[in-house]
């Protein structure tokens, strides 16, 4: 019990105090565009076919969780022979 308590402090503070050091800089917030200040170091996209890329990813990564969720919730699979219904008789 008092090992799960301190585990949970533990990764709690270092949850917070990794927050602080991913935010940008004042250096980097300067270089960032408008729609991303303040995300992350460094320098932002530089055009429009970076906003592309990064836009597209974000779509995929989007329809991926939903469908993930979806056939988690809903497998769908009712065959007697299907490895879920074995595995939950």
């Known amino acids: ?7 949970t402090i533990l990764i709690t503070i270092a ?9 940008a800089c004042e250096v980097c917030k300067a270089n960032q ?10 320098q932002g996209p530089q055009g429009n076919v970076d906003y592309l890329i990064t ?11 939903i469908f993930s969720i979806k056939y988690l919730v809903k497998p769908k699979e009712d065959t007697p022979g299907h490895i879920k219904n074995i595995v939950l008789e």
Do not use: C, D, Q
């Open 33 to 42: 565009p408008k729609m991303l200040e303040n995300i992350t170091h460094g």
């Open 15 to 23: 949850l917070f105090g990794y927050a602080s050091v991913s935010l």
């Open 55 to 65: 836009w597209s990813a974000a779509v995929l990564v989007v329809f991926t969780l």
């Open 1 to 7: 019990m008092m090992r799960t308590h301190l585990k």
